[in-house]
C-alpha cells in the first residue's frame, strides 16, 4: 500500500489525480463507448490528468452529481484505491456544496415520484421488458 498522501501538498495532490485518472481511464477502457454514453467521466479523466484532484473542487453541484451518479452505476474493482478514492472525494465535495435543509420532511405519501437515473444499459432492458403502460392525468 502507497505512503498517505499530504493533502496540502499541490505536487502530491497532482500525483493523486493522476493515479485517479489512470484508475478511471483503465476502468473506461474495459467498456467499448463507454466514454461516449459516460461524458461527465470521460471530461473528469481527462481534468484529473492535467490539474489534479484540484479540479474536482471547481466542478459546479450539477456537474458533481452527474459524475458521481454515472461513477456509481460502473462496478468498481475492489482492488483499486485511487478509483475507491475518488468515488469517496466527489461525494464528499457534492456532500458540502449541498445546502443545509432547514426543515426535513417526513411525510412521503402513496403518489410521490421518485426519478433516479440510470446506466445505458439498464434503460435498455427497461425499454426491451414487456411492462404495461399505465396511462396517468397530470
Do not use: W, Y
Not at 485517479?20 to 470521460?42: D, F, I, K, T, Y
Not at 451518479?69 to 465535495?93: A, G, V
Not at 415520484?113 to 427497461?126: G, K, N, P, R, Y
Request: one cysteine or more; hydrophobic letters at 40%.
Amino acid at each position: 500500500m502507497p505512503p498517505p498522501i499530504n493533502a496540502k501538498d499541490p505536487a502530491a495532490e497532482r500525483l493523486r489525480g493522476r493515479l485517479m485518472q489512470q484508475s478511471l481511464c483503465s476502468l473506461l477502457n474495459r467498456v467499448r463507448g463507454s466514454r461516449e454514453v459516460l461524458p461527465h467521466l470521460a471530461a473528469l479523466e481527462n481534468s484529473l490528468g492535467r490539474h489534479g484532484t484540484a479540479v474536482i473542487a471547481s466542478i459546479p453541484a450539477h456537474g458533481l452529481a452527474k459524475i458521481c451518479s454515472q461513477l456509481s452505476s460502473l462496478p468498481l474493482p475492489t482492488e483499486d484505491p485511487p478509483l475507491h478514492d475518488l468515488l469517496t472525494r466527489l461525494m464528499d465535495t457534492l456532500e458540502a456544496a449541498q445546502p443545509t435543509p432547514q426543515f426535513l420532511s417526513t411525510f412521503v405519501g402513496e403518489d410521490t415520484l421518485v426519478i433516479q437515473e440510470a446506466s445505458h444499459s439498464e434503460f435498455m432492458d427497461l425499454a426491451r421488458a414487456d411492462a404495461p403502460t399505465v396511462r396517468s392525468e397530470l
